[in-house]
């Protein structure tokens, strides 16, 4: 579909349209990631995941989004919901979603292209079985965040938040008040040359709340130059962030982020540059919750009514380190 000159790869289709730009069905939950490195005729390549049915469409440019290949069976795990992408090196990403056939269990797939077209090769489950304490807690039930790669390293990082560690299968719980690192951690490479992780699960943070929500739309990763790895999150009421700066294993105490009239924040999104240097930015509105959602209200703000803003936080030094 073109639209004011530029192509969508996820539109929905029509025959006719399919044909003249090989774009699949898709559209939902959309998410985009650029190759950090060129490939063999000097450009980026640009990746686009989104929602076909139960599965997952994953797109792919080689020439700067003039055309696209679209896998619509990107996902390898069938009945899926909430994808994100990641992009590493020249020509190969990271797409993972939620499965909901085996209780919202996190799948990350690596792809490469294959004759132009993103084609899984590897299949990995980020919440571990082997950590019974978080699988157990997790598995069943959590909120997908986006997902990271250290370029360097090619360390793979999936944030989520979810029930709190337990020894014991989770069917549910009052609040997801812990947020989770997922890293997956090279461990050699097949014969095609790709990456082969191996996952393992951390602790970001557990509010001491059992009924706190740290998932509100979403928990989020980014990894700085140097391979420091940032978490934010929101609990409907403050936006936090954290700091890691040995590959995801132990963490900063959280630092609460927003100020002033940020009364209420939500949907935190990071950016990481050089070594200790983060943006953030996130929604926030001057009421004293997010009324949204609700049916009734009192003070200034009536339901759907308060107004909200965009908010940009900087730290050039979030290693403590001066960067």
């Not at 082997?130 to 390293?153: C, F, P, R, S, W």
Request: with cysteine; proline share 7%; net charge negative.
């Amino acid at each position: 579909m073109a639209v004011g000159g530029r192509r969508h790869p996820n539109a929905i289709s029509t025959g006719d349209l399919s044909q003249r730009t090989g774009f699949a069905p898709g559209g939902g939950d959309t998410d985009l990631a650029t190759a950090p490195a060129a490939n063999a005729a000097g450009v980026h390549n640009v990746y686009v995941a989104s929602l076909t049915g139960g599965d997952v469409t994953v797109s792919a440019s080689q020439n700067g989004g003039r055309t696209w290949t679209s896998n619509e069976l990107g996902a390898t795990v069938p009945a899926d919901d909430r994808e994100w992408i990641a992009a590493s090196g020249a020509g190969t990403s990271y797409t993972s979603y939620h499965n909901l056939a085996t209780g919202l269990q996190i799948i990350v797939n690596e792809g490469t292209l294959q004759n132009g077209v993103p084609t899984s090769v590897q299949t990995y489950p980020a919440i571990n079985p082997a950590k019974t304490d978080i699988y157990l807690g997790t598995a069943a039930d959590n909120e997908i965040g986006n997902i990271a790669v250290n370029q360097k390293t090619g360390a793979v990082f999936q944030i989520f938040a979810g029930c709190p560690p337990s020894p014991t299968a989770v069917v549910n719980c009052s609040g997801f008040n812990t947020v989770y690192m997922a890293v997956g951690t090279p461990q050699g490479t097949t014969v095609a040359g790709q990456p082969v992780l191996s996952f393992r699960d951390h602790v970001v943070y557990k509010n001491p709340s059992s009924s706190a929500n740290l998932a509100n739309n979403f928990p989020n990763v980014a990894v700085d130059a140097a391979g420091n790895v940032y978490a934010s999150w929101s609990d409907g009421k403050n936006v936090f962030a954290a700091v890691s700066t040995d590959h995801g294993r132990t963490w900063s105490p959280p630092m609460k982020v927003n100020t002033g009239s940020a009364a209420t924040p939500i949907y935190p999104w990071l950016a990481a540059g050089a070594c200790g240097k983060v943006d953030l930015v996130y929604y926030g509105t001057p009421a004293a919750q997010n009324y949204q959602a609700c049916t009734s209200t009192s003070g200034p703000y009536n339901c759907q009514n308060e107004p909200w803003h965009v908010f940009f936080a900087q730290n050039l030094a979030a290693t403590g380190n001066g960067g």
